[in-house]
Structure formats: C-alpha cells, structure tokens
C-alpha cells in the first residue's frame, strides 16, 4: 500500500475531473497531481532526503492537500502541526522528530520567529501565502520553478506521518504511522461505512489532526471531490453544501449543533448530504433527534478511535441511529470494529473480561502504530503482544457492540483535542501561588469536556482564574488551559500519598452511564 496511489489511479480514469475546491480555486486530478509533482522536487531541491519530516502550520486549504501528498511523493514524512499549539510546544515537536522544513500560512506567520529562536532543527520555511520578507521561500515560485519529480513510491511499512499528541508526562508524544497503517485504516472505515465512490466531500474540521488525515485519505481513495474551508464555521458549512452540492462531510456534535443552532441553517439548501460522519464524543439524543430531522437524507455514522490507530477502530453505523436502532440500546455504544481492526477487553493481566464486564480496550490489526518517535518505553508500555492497549474503559455486549464507558489513562478531550492532566498541572504549578494541584475533565455541552483545575493555594494567597488562564497560555495551547477552577484546602490521597482523582471527578460525573 502506498499512499500516493489514488493520485495515479487518477490520471488514468478521471484526469479532467474536479480533484480540489477551495474559494473560487478548482483543480482537476491532472491539475493537482501535477502540482504535488513539482512541490516534491522543490522539496528535493531544498535538501528533502527519503525519510526526512516536513512540518505543515496552516489552516486548512488545498494547499495542504498539496503538501500532504507532495512530501508523501518526494519519499517524505509528514508533521502536521497543531495550530492551537504554542511556539514553544511547535518548536518541541519540530526539535522531537528534526523537522528541518515548515510551511507556513499568512494566519501563523507571525509565530515564526518565535519558532526559529526557540527551535534547533528548523532550517527553512516556506510560506505559503507569499513570503514575508524574513527568510521564508515563495511556495507558489518553487512550484513554478520546479519540473516534476517522479514518486518516490514509498510505501508498506515506511514511514508516513508523525502526528503528535498529547503526552503523559507533560511532553506531546509523536505517533509514528506507516502507509499501510493510514491506507488500512481509511480502507476499514470505507468498507464498513458503505460509501459512494467520486463523492463530494467537506473538510471542515482542522486538517492537522489525524481524523482529517483520514478523510483524505477516504476521499482520494474513491477520486472524490475535496471541498476545503479554512475553518469549521456555520455559515460557511452551510455555504459550501448547498455551493458544492456536498454529499459528506465529518463533524464533532458540537459543530453539528452550531450548525443547526445558526440562523443562516434555513437559509442554505442542504438536501445533497447523504454522510455525516462525526467522532471525539457521542452524540446527545436530542441532539440527534434534531439532526436527523434537519437533514433527513443523510446517514449518521459515529467513528471511535485515536491517532494510535490510524485512526479508526469501531463505527456505529447508520441503523443504530434510527428508531430501530434506539430501540436495540446500540446508539450510546461506539459500534463495532472495522474490518482491519480487532478488538478486545481485558483486564490488567491482559485476559479477555466477560461480555457486559468492564476492561481495558485493546486493538490489533494493521491500524495499530509502529510506536512513539523516540520513546521506547512508552511504545513498550502501549503495545503489548501485538495489540494496542488504548487507556480506555469499555464493555463488550452480546452483539459485539463496543460501549465506552470511562477513561482509564489521565487524559481529557475537549473540542476533539486530546489534554493530558500532566502537562497542564507542569503548567498550573509554576504559577507563584498554586502548591499543589489536579487537574480532570468534567462535562461541558459545548465541548464535551472541560479542562478543570482543583488547586491548593499557598498560604494567604488568592487567585485570579483569569490570570491564571494568561499564565498558562504562555506555556501550553490555550485550548489545554483550565475553563473552570476550584480551590480546596489539600487534595485527596490515598494511604500511600497517592492523589485519587476519582473522588475529585466523582461529583461532576455522578447519574452518568459514561463517563467520558
């Protein structure tokens, strides 16, 4: 498996076929392959070897679908950079996996002389807006200048992409997928999804995470149509459907709900969706009630997984969503495994739990990743005997239904963004006043969870949430900054001094079923 195949298939069948939209910009497959061509020699031609990682900090356009495949073409690995993150924790993932190239847009331009100081791998940046003046090459004059190079026809097991997440012990930690992981993982969630060929798809969810990956990858493979919004935004959702005649797209249900709750939703002609696809958390059943009604023809398929696999592992599909469905008790659950994912619970001797007990989930099959850039203890400690110990809660019912049920690993998802616990408290901590500190997720309707800090101050001392919000948005993104904050005289610990966070989340998740 290699992932620049669709784009090969594609000159052969559909080469005068719409391949990208973006504003009032289309390009056919020969359009787009060809640039991806000539942005891999031009690569090449800045010291881009077989192997090496090429970072991307960009909103979302066709631009990125360029990069994607043409540093996939040049025998490269792809780092797409998380743009909510901060200029230190860019520069640490640049440093982690010695990214020597970024591209850049207009929108982050201005954190790249922060990078560049605080950075020793980076060495050239191309912006793709045009350059500024400082050092950073033209991306529209390298293409220009650049004859095409062949593929590198990189593939199978070789390197791909490393997608950073967030890390246990404070620092984020790079999965390391192949070609075979990425392409298996799209192949699965296809074949278990049922969907169309040459379809019309939305990128509206940021395109850095592993998730936009995938949809890529998805569309490519089916030489569908990529229609690309900068943002998630409502309106702009709403414009592209009815514009484009979208008939899939893959949103959080908070974007979903947006969405239906904008005053613009009875304005736009929306009658062409046929696929929502959505994941990061399970949809409320009002929320669906009115979801379904508002786009009466599209199938509602709910994905579960993480980056470690590629990234999909279970799919509830359409009919569960239905009355039928509702009836059967299947909506809450996270669905079944995909055809190239295999599933267990267990316990913590690694046996099997009976069906309806609670275990850890674990995965095996061709998604699974070849580890953490290096982090051999890490990866040893997540990849046991061949399957991929996720950190989350689950039980299995009688109809191989998945249900997560809580999470295992100290970890937060707010928005669809992984947080773990550590790094905010490493942030929490170094505020003057703060001695001790926790920080859990509770539930949010918007996001839903929230990043909640519990802390013990020093003596006499008195916090301000919001100067503790600008403290710790220096250091981390703002997205893994706490929301909410709670003051307690000492934190609760076991005999052995160890903090139970349980009793902490206790009351915010009580009544329940999941926790997560």
Not at 124 to 149: F, H, K, Q, S
Not at 217 to 238: K, M, N, W
Not at 241 to 261: K, N, S
């Amino acid at each position: 498996m290699y992932l620049t195949q669709p784009l090969h298939k594609s000159l052969r069948e559909s080469p005068g076929a719409t391949a990208t939209v973006f504003g009032e910009r289309r390009r056919t497959w020969a359009g787009f392959v060809s640039r991806v061509a000539r942005l891999a020699a031009a690569l090449q031609a800045q010291g881009m070897q077989a192997g090496d990682r090429v970072g991307i900090l960009a909103l979302n356009s066709d631009r990125y679908l360029e990069f994607f495949y043409g540093v996939v073409w040049a025998g490269g690995v792809i780092n797409p950079v998380n743009i909510r993150w901060s200029p230190a924790e860019i520069a640490y993932s640049l440093d982690d996996c010695d990214t020597r190239i970024l591209l850049v847009d207009a929108t982050f331009r201005e954190h790249i002389p922060a990078v560049r100081q605080q950075s020793r791998s980076l060495r050239t940046v191309i912006d793709l807006d045009g350059g500024d003046g400082d050092g950073a090459l033209d991306y529209e004059a390298l293409i220009a200048a650049a004859d095409a190079a062949q593929d590198a026809m990189r593939g199978g097991d070789d390197l791909a992409g490393v997608f950073y997440t967030g890390g246990t012990t404070g620092k984020p930690k790079g999965v390391m997928l192949s070609h075979a992981n990425i392409y298996s993982g799209a192949l699965g969630t296809l074949a278990a999804g049922h969907r169309p060929d040459r379809a019309v798809a939305l990128h509206a969810a940021p395109m850095f995470h592993i998730g936009g990956t995938g949809l890529t990858v998805q569309v490519s493979a089916r030489l569908g149509t990529h229609v690309v919004i900068p943002q998630f935004d409502p309106v702009s959702v709403l414009q592209a459907i009815e514009a484009e005649q979208v008939q899939e797209t893959f949103l959080v249900p908070t974007m979903i709900g947006r969405v239906l709750d904008d005053p613009a939703f009875r304005q736009h002609d929306t009658s062409t969706l046929r696929i929502m696809l959505y994941g990061a958390a399970p949809i409320d059943s009002s929320l669906l009630e009115r979801a379904t009604t508002a786009f009466p023809a599209a199938e509602f398929i709910q994905l579960y997984g993480m980056t470690e696999l590629s990234p999909v592992a279970t799919l509830l599909p359409g009919w569960c969503h239905t009355s039928e469905g509702r009836k059967a008790g299947k909506l809450h659950s996270a669905g079944r495994p995909i055809s190239t994912a295999e599933l267990r619970v267990v316990d913590p001797s690694g046996d099997d739990v009976p069906v309806g007990e609670v275990g850890e989930i674990a995965v095996r099959g061709p998604t699974v990743m070849q580890g953490y850039w290096g982090k051999p203890e890490q990866t040893a400690e997540a990849l046991r005997d061949g399957w991929m110990h996720t950190g989350d809660g689950g039980r299995m019912d009688e109809d191989g239904f998945l249900f997560v049920v809580d999470r295992l690993k100290d970890m937060i998802v707010t928005g669809g963004e992984n947080v773990y616990s550590a790094e905010v408290e490493d942030a929490v901590l170094q505020y003057p006043d703060v001695v001790a500190c926790a920080v859990i997720g509770v539930p949010d309707e918007d996001f839903g969870e929230r990043v909640h800090a519990v802390v013990v101050l020093r003596d006499g001392a008195e916090l301000d949430q919001d100067a503790l919000f600008r403290h710790c948005s220096a250091l981390i993104g703002r997205f893994k900054c706490p929301r909410s904050l709670e003051v307690r005289d000492e934190l609760p610990l076991s005999a052995a001094g160890k903090l139970l966070k349980y009793k902490l989340r206790e009351p915010h998740w009580q009544g329940r079923e999941r926790r997560v």
